[in-house]
């Protein structure tokens, strides 16, 4: 053993079942850099082995047991060492005794609930992870090892298109459609612009996509706006009666689902801006919130059984209101 008992005599080591075969996804971390990670579904079993290596083979090791958690959190930045834990499961691996030699232990976390995706923000941070904990009498020897949870959603295809207006009185009036209010993430915004009076002389305008992430509660509530995608729309003077096509491609842009009132303490919103800039750099705003969802038809293929009964957890409502509508309909006939 070490001197004093100090530093580690053992390493431990977190290995999933299905590490060769399971699917990684990027996820942003912090600092901002992207990391793969494995990628995991509600109702998904989470299992694997925790490998306890010893540095000294055949002397004792003593330990007041092994454990092995599952853990769900949200971390707020300006509360930091305060974490927010929404699934906390733990499984006994090992009573305390002691080691003569490594040793290996199996466990299992069936069916885990995982309900929101995970998330890196500018104020909030939410994660999902394995720590393995070896009791020790000074300190204990734990492992960590992050995995990221994509959460798929249906839409019912009743999906209403969205119209607006910008107006000044006797200068300017634009009527502007998209053709649907909720998007997948890879999903193409098409809409048209309609110039029905143009009195002031509008030298630039674009559609920005902004992202609007809210955390806290009360006093202390935090927005931060991020400016995701920008699309020029024209550059020069629209002429009364002008109309101009918009397609706004998702896929490029780094996005995830919106999210309301996660476990009541983040949100993340989602904003198409209209911005109009005269000649004398005046600028005009309307803005309209959308919908960002995860499409969970494509992933399906290569998703696995238990991934396919959680997404089917989604679908069930908008499922029993189409199929309520269509009795009602065939009924009528």
Same mark, same amino acid.
């Given at each position: 053993?070490?001197?004093?008992?100090?530093?580690?005599?053992?390493?431990?080591?977190?290995?999933?079942?299905?590490?060769?075969?399971?699917?990684?996804?990027?996820?942003?971390?912090?600092?901002?850099?992207?990391?793969?990670?494995?990628?995991?579904?509600?109702?998904?079993?989470?299992?694997?082995?925790?490998n306890?290596?010893?540095?000294?083979?055949?002397?004792?090791?003593e330990?007041?047991?092994?454990?092995?958690?599952?853990?769900?959190?949200?971390?707020?930045?300006?509360?930091?060492?305060?974490?927010?834990?929404?699934?906390?499961?733990?499984?006994?691996?090992?009573?305390?005794?002691?080691?003569?030699?490594?040793?290996?232990?199996?466990?299992?976390?069936?069916?885990?609930?995982?309900?929101?995706?995970s998330? *890196?923000?500018?104020? +909030?941070?939410?994660?999902y992870?394995? =720590?393995?904990?070896?009791?020790?009498? &000074?300190? %204990?020897?734990?492992?960590?090892?992050?995995?990221?949870?994509?959460?798929?959603?249906t839409?019912?295809e009743?999906?209403?298109?969205?119209?607006?207006?910008?107006?000044?009185?006797?200068?300017?009036?634009?009527?502007?459609e998209?053709?649907?209010?909720?998007?997948h993430?890879?999903?193409?915004?098409?809409?048209?612009?309609?110039?029905?009076?143009?009195?002031i002389?509008?030298?630039?305008?674009e559609i920005?996509?902004?992202k609007?992430?809210?955390?806290?509660?009360?006093?202390?509530?935090?927005?931060?706006?991020?400016?995701?995608?920008?699309?020029?729309?024209?550059?020069?003077?629209?002429?009364?009666?002008?109309?101009?096509?918009?397609?706004?491609?998702?896929?490029?842009?780094?996005?995830?689902? *919106?999210?309301?009132? +996660?476990n009541?303490?983040?949100?993340? =919103?989602y904003?198409?801006?209209l911005? &109009?800039? %005269?000649?004398?750099?005046?600028?005009?705003?309307?803005?309209?919130?959308?919908?960002?969802?995860?499409?969970?038809?494509?992933?399906?293929?290569?998703?696995?059984?238990?991934a396919?009964?959680?997404?089917?957890?989604?679908?069930?409502?908008?499922?029993?209101?189409?199929?309520?509508?269509?009795?009602?309909e065939?009924?009528?006939?």
């Amino acid at each position: 053993m070490s001197f004093f008992g100090f530093g580690q005599s053992a390493d431990i080591d977190i290995v999933l079942n299905d590490a060769e075969t399971r699917k990684k996804a990027e996820h942003k971390s912090e600092d901002g850099r992207k990391d793969k990670y494995f990628l995991f579904y509600d109702g998904e079993t989470v299992s694997g082995k925790v490998n306890v290596t010893l540095k000294y083979p055949g002397k004792r090791f003593e330990h007041s047991g092994l454990k092995v958690e599952f853990i769900g959190q949200i971390e707020l930045y300006y509360d930091r060492g305060n974490h927010h834990e929404f699934v906390s499961l733990v499984k006994d691996l090992a009573r305390p005794g002691e080691l003569t030699q490594s040793q290996t232990f199996d466990f299992e976390f069936t069916h885990v609930e995982k309900p929101y995706e995970s998330y *890196t923000g500018q104020n +909030v941070k939410l994660r999902y992870f394995l =720590r393995a904990t070896v009791g020790r009498r &000074l300190n %204990d020897i734990s492992k960590e090892l992050d995995i990221v949870v994509h959460t798929l959603s249906t839409y019912p295809e009743l999906n209403s298109s969205i119209k607006m207006e910008v107006g000044i009185e006797d200068c300017l009036h634009i009527e502007f459609e998209y053709n649907k209010s909720k998007y997948h993430l890879k999903d193409v915004i098409v809409g048209k612009i309609y110039f029905l009076l143009v009195r002031i002389k509008i030298r630039h305008m674009e559609i920005d996509i902004i992202k609007r992430e809210t955390t806290g509660t009360g006093p202390n509530v935090y927005h931060e706006n991020d400016t995701v995608a920008k699309y020029e729309i024209m550059d020069g003077a629209p002429v009364r009666g002008e109309s101009i096509p918009i397609r706004l491609f998702l896929a490029g842009y780094d996005m995830t689902p *919106t999210m309301r009132d +996660v476990n009541k303490k983040f949100s993340v =919103r989602y904003y198409l801006n209209l911005v &109009l800039i %005269d000649e004398e750099e005046r600028r005009y705003f309307k803005q309209q919130e959308i919908t960002l969802w995860r499409k969970g038809d494509i992933v399906r293929k290569s998703m696995s059984h238990q991934a396919i009964i959680a997404s089917q957890r989604f679908e069930g409502s908008s499922n029993q209101e189409k199929n309520h509508t269509q009795s009602n309909e065939e009924d009528d006939s």
